[in-house]
């Protein structure tokens, strides 16, 4: 790693299936939009040989954002899968959305890769986002390095941006944090800017030239020596610091000279596991170019630095009945585990699932046992079905590039797999298995939809269906209080592309309809009603009569029925009649439509006749006096308050209050956690926290998140009683 010379692109072309795990590198890209992420996989393909010029394989399509979704949004919106291969290794690059709607994409590439690149822009520095994802790879220890993009930006600075990266990746070793490489700079531009033209490798002092549209290899001039010798020395010391040999700093402290073979060794045991970050830059080749700056010397990274499948950690492994299982994962003898880690659909191929393989090898027209568990409060049934998968295939933009297998550690994308859903697994059928699903956020931002016309409404249940089987970050609800059909998402943009989706993609045009929570009603003090339903109209009459008593109870305790009733004043087959209708009315609402909760409703008289007396008699007059009280009461609404919990950098959390109780919201405490993070407790009325996923991004500029539950039912203010009535009427 930076001791090489290349003046040629690698072994590469067309991807094909590796034939042995430590012939495999699975790596994720991740950062804030516009931080370059898919340019810089397009330049890394064209380095590597595998696109005839910058993000174009030979049809002309690109190789990352190739969905016209994402052509018409100008941004990442979708896991995307490019293989290319550079010195007989394959590389699998998963370029990532960086759009925090997108997060369920980015958590995606992080459950396929082995390790992570860092995309930064030069021009727009490291984002609370961005740090606080390098926190939770570094939680499970996934090795990474950075990369800094936008170098040809008016007011780039290299290495005032290794000095941020430092401070923000560092943590308590900011030394762990340094760059491999230092810019050369070519002549200033009118405007005094002087652009990036080549690199200095510190460890090889050789001097890469790209100006000429390839990489050509030199000695650096006399000039930059002195800056050469002193950013080599903070490298030298920092990769020693974390050597394994524990005698090296001593060594090197006391004068000797380190050969450079073996700091070079160091580095890359020392970036694969995770203990040393290493800081490179990039830019896309120019017009006609075949190689992009910085480029080969991230392939040699990726390649001798990060590690192979086979150092990964084993995620969990079960039967589908919860008993633990031990595998030597990543053996391709070994049983089959596979995860699904996105889902797409073709409307040629039909649905097209990436997998990553764990352990064993998937083979084209293979049964395999496909599991999916645990995700039944987003709209998914758990599910255990036997699946002849189709073509196997490595992806490379829009085109499928047919494989015959897949051993373990690689990614490949398997069609026709009808049953399989995001986050499912794939096993042998004769030895089922479940591998525990990753950490995903819960979806918080209500999108209520109808079905634009009747031709719609038949189609939109299964474009529903295929949308959160794709999706495992949309949850789907048919909210039985309010009867709306609710697509819960991550934003506002996770919103409108499951709206483009369904209509573009699965031909079925929905109209968008202002969210409602499920509102009640309940008694303010006690009343009592009569039901009288008495007809007579030749032939067998109905004749009904019922006395009741309605008071309030305490929250929680539903619709309480009491028979009081002395002397047979209503018959003994007939009281259960009243409580029925009672109970439906209740159901229905008594004044503004919403259900009645929490009373206590007493039958305490009433009149039968021996002929025209009948159930259905009954039911009507118990429905009757309940409306009949109400009418004469004070009816209180209800609305539901929701437990809300917000994790918040420290600097958010004045704002973050003062916005709760904005919201109506109590503020229950506050918690000091680690990072520099506090996490407040509120309940807050739900009607107020319907944008609330878009409007704590905006407050705590995307470092915030927050989790909520349903607490319970309290009285609504009067005057925001009154305006919901006011929205009812103007409804009706």
């Not at 000797?256 to 800081?279: H, W, Y």
Request: glycine share 10%; proline share 6%; net charge negative.
């Amino acid at each position: 790693m930076g001791d090489k010379a290349h003046t040629h692109p690698g072994a590469a072309g067309r991807a094909t299936a590796a034939d042995h795990p430590t012939s495999v590198r699975n790596v994720v890209l991740v950062g804030h939009s516009g931080s370059g992420k898919t340019t810089l996989v397009e330049a890394l393909a064209l380095t590597a040989g595998a696109v005839n010029r910058a993000g174009r394989v030979e049809d002309g399509g690109c190789v990352s954002d190739y969905d016209d979704m994402e052509h018409r949004q100008q941004r990442s919106v979708q896991l995307s899968l490019v293989p290319v291969e550079w010195d007989g290794i394959k590389i699998n690059l998963l370029d990532t959305p960086g759009y925090a709607d997108f997060v369920g994409e980015l958590r995606a590439g992080l459950r396929a890769a082995d390790a992570a690149l860092f995309v930064v822009s030069a021009s727009d520095g490291v984002d609370g986002p961005t740090r606080m994802l390098w926190e939770e790879c570094a939680a499970v220890g996934m090795p990474r390095a950075i990369v800094v993009t936008h170098l040809e930006a008016a007011r780039a600075d290299f290495e005032e941006m290794t000095r941020i990266c430092a401070e923000a990746f560092g943590g308590e070793d900011p030394d762990a944090v340094l760059p491999l490489y230092l810019p050369l700079h070519g002549p200033p531009a009118p405007d005094g800017h002087a652009p990036v033209t080549g690199l200095v490798g510190l460890l090889s002092r050789k001097l890469f030239d790209y100006a000429s549209g390839e990489r050509v290899a030199s000695e650096p001039g006399e000039a930059d020596l002195p800056q050469l010798d002193e950013a080599r020395s903070m490298l030298i010391e920092g990769i020693i610091s974390e050597s394994e040999d524990e005698t090296l700093m001593e060594r090197y402290l006391g004068g000797e000279q380190v050969d450079v073979k073996t700091l070079i060794e160091d580095l890359e045991r020392a970036v694969a596991r995770g203990v040393f970050f290493p800081v490179l830059a990039a830019a896309p080749a120019a017009e006609g170019a075949r190689q992009g700056l910085g480029t080969v010397e991230l392939l040699e990274l990726i390649t001798r630095g990060f590690p192979t499948p086979l150092e990964r950690a084993a995620p969990r492994v079960t039967t589908p009945e919860g008993t633990g299982r031990e595998l030597r994962m990543c053996d391709p003898e070994e049983s089959l585990v596979a995860e699904v880690v996105k889902t797409s659909s073709d409307p040629y191929v039909g649905r097209i699932s990436m997998v990553r393989v764990f352990s064993g090898t998937l083979r084209a027209d293979q049964t395999v046992h496909v599991s999916g568990h645990g995700l039944t409060d987003r709209g998914h049934e758990d599910h255990d079905v036997n699946e002849r998968i189709g073509a196997l295939s490595t992806p490379f933009g829009k085109q499928q590039r047919p494989v015959t297998h897949v051993i373990a550690g690689d990614l490949a994308c398997v069609a026709k797999l009808t049953r399989a859903e995001t986050g499912d697994t794939l096993s042998a059928k004769e030895d089922p298995l479940l591998m525990a699903p990753w950490d995903m956020p819960d979806p918080l931002l209500p999108l209520a939809i109808e079905a634009h016309s009747k031709p719609d409404e038949d189609k939109l249940s299964q474009g529903l269906a295929r949308l959160v089987a794709e999706d495992p970050t949309m949850r789907l609800e048919h909210n039985q209080d309010t009867h709306q059909v609710v697509l819960w998402c991550l934003g506002e943009a996770h919103a409108d592309v499951a709206l483009e989706r369904l209509r573009g993609r699965y031909g079925v045009q929905v109209d968008v309809v202002p969210h409602r929570v499920p509102l009640r009603e309940t008694f303010g003090g006690p009343a009592a009603g009569r039901g009288r339903h008495v007809k007579q109209s030749g032939g067998h009459g109905q004749y009904a009569i019922c006395e009741i008593e309605v008071e309030p109870l305490p929250g929680g305790s539903g619709i309480e029925f009491v028979d009081k009733v002395v002397g047979g004043a209503v018959p003994r087959q007939f009281i259960p009649s009243v409580e029925k209708g009672v109970r439906a009315q209740a159901a229905k609402g008594v004044a503004a439509g919403h259900p009645l909760i929490d009373v206590r409703v007493t039958l305490r008289d009433g009149k039968a006749h021996s002929v025209d007396s009948s159930d259905a008699a009954f039911q009507t007059a118990g429905a009757l006096a309940l409306r009949e009280a109400a009418a004469e009461a004070r009816i209180h609404l209800l609305e539901p308050v929701a437990e809300v919990s917000v994790l918040v950098g420290d600097d958010y959390v004045g704002a973050v209050m003062s916005d709760l109780s904005g919201r109506r919201g109590k503020v229950l405490g506050t918690e000091q956690t680690s990072g520099g993070r506090t996490l407040i407790r509120a309940e807050v009325p739900e009607i107020e926290i319907g944008r609330y996923a878009v409007d704590l991004r905006s407050l705590s500029h995307g470092t915030a998140r927050f989790d909520r539950r349903y607490a319970r039912h309290e009285p609504m203010p009067a005057q925001v009683a009154d305006r919901m009535r006011e929205e009812v009427r103007a409804a009706s």
